[in-house]
Nanobody
Framework: QLQLVESGGGLVQPGGSLNLSCAAS????????IGWIRQAPGKEREGVSC???????HYSDSVKGRFTISRDNAKNTVYLQMNSLKPEDTAVYYC??????????????WGQGTQVTVSS
């Protein structure tokens, strides 16, 4: 069964860091673009970052310079290192996979999400 499982969310103070993981099972991520998408209460989903199968990365303006996406194909896992966190980063973070190698707006498979809360 194809599955994406996020982990690493939690409560952190402003300025702190978290490292989210997205582990895939039932398929290999090697040939897929993987994205991180977040949704805050009362707001629309926002694409945060994406990494292609070749390692090309993309970031939204709101996280550029603070977040870093990476992938470890040997572990079938994608990561999102989040530094200098702000209260406005508070959201449920989802990882999602495309069945194609390059990044885009639409995703084919989604994880269940992990909550990130930035608060003092």
């Amino acid at each position: 069964q194809l599955q994406l499982v996020e982990s690493g969310g939690g409560l952190v103070q402003p300025g702190g860091s978290l490292n989210l993981s997205c582990a895939a099972s039932g398929f290999t991520l090697d040939y897929s673009a993987i994205g991180w998408i977040r949704q805050a209460p009362g707001k629309e989903r926002e694409g945060v970052s994406c990494i292609s199968s070749s390692g090309t990365t993309h970031y939204s303006d709101s996280v550029k310079g603070r977040f870093t996406i990476s992938r470890d194909n040997a572990k079938n896992t994608v990561y999102l290192q989040m530094n200098s966190l702000k209260p406005e980063d508070t959201a449920v973070y989802y990882c999602a996979a495309r069945v194609i190698w390059y990044c885009g707006d639409k995703y084919d498979y989604w994880g269940q999400g992990t909550q990130v809360t930035v608060s003092s």
